[in-house]
């Protein structure tokens, strides 16, 4: 019997699709410095805490044990730059400030007649925000910027982001077309904050009147326990619990067979990855980004006795993401075993190929 056949029979699933959040937060509760907080994170786990919703958030709370301190660091840190970015990460890369902007020390942008200018994010102002299928969305209530991004992503995508010139001049036809008022937030911001692992996630919980960088020394950043985790600034040499965060899927940048990335995943983390839902798909379109070859092993497998295809973890295929053509029993008569690898680039679809093929795969970390 085929050896990954076989341990379908031994495992049993892994994890509900609720529960099987792509980054688990792990609190440590002994007290230390942000760097050193980091450098323990890094050896034991990924990182210190990113956090990118609200729904991190909620994950990142439910982590902490309780105990008698207040402050507990996450992957927040101070830079020197101070550099303009969309909401939904991207750097802002094209930009069309208006005469003289921008002008102030302001961290938020609005457009009038199509050009930018920097405003305080506590002012408020209406709204446009992008939606799933790329369209605009006008929201008529006045909201400060922070208020806005968070109306954005749970009603639609995002604060709309302007990436070139077609995009500003698709944006100022939708103001006139519409007949909104002159000023209305765009996702554009600035702030110096950075996150410990490099993501570009621009969620930020900070309590009211934070960060103050009180007495001038502030640069990392702390949830805050009596204000519902809210975040405020404080010096990173002060000593604090920590939370740590651990990706659960690996993208390992070595070329193996099929068979041998299985090893390799068993004996170093948990297994190749099982993409038995969509929230896994999409962990999975994040990771292999990073690949150095074109398609990258899933724990996918075709099992030539049953014509069927299956995942190691012994889930069955019910969640399908083939690209046309493949995944279905017709290369039944071919010697080499076909295994499931998912495209690293375009559409990030699954193909069939045969196992001896050399590739990147993801591990992953998920127990059963
Ligand atoms: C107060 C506030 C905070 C500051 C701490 C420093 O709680 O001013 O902003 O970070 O003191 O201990
Ligand atoms: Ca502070």
Redesign the pocket.
Known sequence: MDQALYFILLHIALCSVSECVQRQYHHITDRKTWIEAQKYCREKYTDLATIDNMNDMNELNKSLKHGGFQYVWIGLQKTSCNKWQWSSGEPALYLNWGYKQPDGKDECAFMRDGQWHDWPCAKSQTVICRSSNNTLIFVSQTKNWRDAQSYCRQNHIDLVSVRNHNENQQVEKFMSDSHTPNDVWIGLFRDSWQWSDQSASSFRYWSAG?P?N?GQG?NCAVITLNTQGQW???SCTNQHPFVCHEDKLILIAKNLTWSEALRYCRQNHVDLVSVHSEEIQRGVMNVVKRASTEAVWLGLRHSHILGIWFWVSGETVCYQNWAPGNGTSEEDCEHTVRSGAVQSGGNQRWISRPETDELNFICSRYEE
């Open positions: 934070e103050n009180a502030e405020n600034d404080v």
